[in-house]
């Protein structure tokens, strides 16, 4: 694509070298550069990318795009802008020209349950349509499907991924959308078909600041819709959103289980191995019966199912297919084995996900439950206390251990937890290391208890300092187990 109209809406300062040139790719990382392409020098918490400019010369480079002052080469055009990262979601949207526009997107946001209610969604639409997806776990392009780095890519990574939807024939894109992501402008110049909230609890305090600021990243989804918002209401900000939603551009709707709702589930019944609830819709009852465990997939189902419909599937073809919807790995994931020890494995990583897994699996137990945890470092410490305090109140057995460290020390993450810890209780166990806890958990267990492993869920990594190591909590309660 020719230079010029790659940086259409670009507020470029200034141009050092020729411009009547062929751009053939667009990246901001030095490694991936391709011969005749852009790369766009970022500015990271630890890496810039001005530092790599002589690194993507000798790949090939024909224009770089920079905030800053460098010394110009020969041979390569330079284009400086007020900021490198502002003006990448622009540059990639042209280069893949709009892809948002040609594929039927939707946004999915909120503390806990995005995973999820991205997984139903794609389940339900794919008996008839292909669908991509983008999330926690991992990016799908209709094609092939590759580990996420993050619950939102950046900018240029998400237009490029739905470009590649669109060449493998999706016509939907169902996608996570992180706070992070709305206020590090990574979904800038992208719309939304439909956004869907699922609730906002507290989290990722240590880059918001405060709560305030959290629910206003997460609001912005819902100014970049162009037909439908979906709001939980029985979500104290999502009934916010709901009522104060000024997106005139768009329908708003709600579901919910305790409140009157244009989608609302009643009946609920928990079963060991499914749920059933009534739907109703416009005052018409609708028996839905799903092979997911949980309470809080009550509510993860019912946003697939509204979604689907506002899509303008048929509500009885919706409430079929859900009969045979799959779970998402890491999320009340059963750990299978022939010992007969109940195991299960979850995401869950701030209060109100764990207290709602608590609560979820006393109903799939008679025994004790016993619940293997910790706290990732370098991020919000003030949930940790709050875990530890919902931890030891609803559970028999509570064992506090590692998850992800980071840069932080273990024990002083674990000391946070204690804050929350009644000491005159003796129900709770400190054992740093996770692979122990795991091993603990399984030496005290009797029968007709339940072990949680939670925190990591689908993830086969811990990550201490800057490197990560191999660790799987579902590999790791097996080896003990046999």
Do not use: W
């Not at 690194?55 to 090939?60: A, C």
């Not at 086969?460 to 080896?479: E, H, L, P, R």
């Amino acid at each position: 694509m020719e230079l010029l109209r790659i940086l259409q809406g670009v507020e470029v300062l200034s141009i050092n070298g020729p411009v009547d040139i062929s751009i053939e790719d667009i990246s901001y990382d030095s490694r991936n550069i391709k011969q005749g392409s852009m790369f766009i020098c970022i500015r990271g918490n630890t890496v810039d990318g001005h530092d790599y400019i002589d690194e993507s010369i000798k790949r090939g480079v024909k224009a770089i795009l920079i905030d800053r002052k460098v010394k110009y080469k020969r041979d390569v055009t330079y284009i400086k802008v007020s900021d490198t990262k502002k003006a990448m979601p622009i540059i990639a949207k042209n280069f893949f020209e709009n892809p948002s526009q040609r594929i039927n997107l939707i946004g999915v946001t909120g503390t806990n349950g995005k995973t999820s209610t991205v997984s139903f969604i794609k389940q339900i639409i794919e008996y008839e349509n292909k669908v991509g997806t983008i999330g926690t776990i991992e990016i799908y392009d209709g094609d092939k499907a590759e580990e996420s780095k993050n619950t939102t890519p950046e900018s240029l990574d998400i237009q490029r991924n739905l470009n590649n939807m669109i060449d493998n024939n999706c016509k939907y894109c169902v996608m996570e959308v992180s706070s992070h992501a709305l206020v590090l402008d990574r979904v800038e110049g992208i719309d939304y078909e439909i956004g869907v909230f699922t609730n906002l609890t507290q989290d990722h305090l240590d880059f918001h600041k405060n709560i305030q600021n959290y629910k206003k990243a997460k609001e912005k989804l819902f100014y970049k819709t162009k037909s439908i918002n979906l709001f939980n209401i029985d979500d104290a900000v999502g009934e916010e959103f709901f009522k104060n939603n000024s997106n005139k551009n768009v329908k708003n709707y709600s579901y919910a289980v305790d409140k009157e709702a244009d989608f609302r589930a009643v009946d609920v019944k928990l079963f060991r191995d499914k749920t059933e609830y009534t739907l109703i819709v416009k005052d018409k009852k609708y028996h839905v019966s799903m092979p997911i465990l949980g309470y809080f997939n009550v509510y993860n189902s019912l946003a697939a199912i509204s979604t689907c419909i506002l899509l303008g599937i048929k509500c009885e073809d919706v409430i079929k297919r859900v009969e045979k919807i799959k779970p998402v790995q890491g999320r009340l994931d059963y750990v299978k084995n022939e010992n007969g020890v109940d195991i299960i494995v979850d995401y869950a990583h701030t209060p109100d996900a764990l207290f709602n897994l608590i609560k979820s699996s006393k109903m799939l137990t008679c025994g004790r439950l016993i619940l293997v945890f910790g706290c990732g470092g370098d991020r919000d410490k003030e949930k940790r206390p709050l875990m530890g305090k919902i931890a030891q109140k609803n559970c028999d057995v509570v064992i506090i251990t590692s998850d992800n460290p980071r840069f932080e020390s273990e024990i002083d993450i674990i000391d946070d937890i204690l804050k929350g810890i009644d000491k005159n209780l003796n129900n709770y166990l400190i054992i740093e290391n996770r692979m122990e806890a795991i091993q603990k958990s399984i030496e005290i267990y009797e029968k007709g208890d339940l072990i949680i492993i939670a925190g990591k869920g689908h993830e086969t990594y811990q990550i201490k300092g800057d490197k990560k190591y191999f660790f799987d909590d579902k590999q790791v309660a097996n080896k003990f187990l046999k």
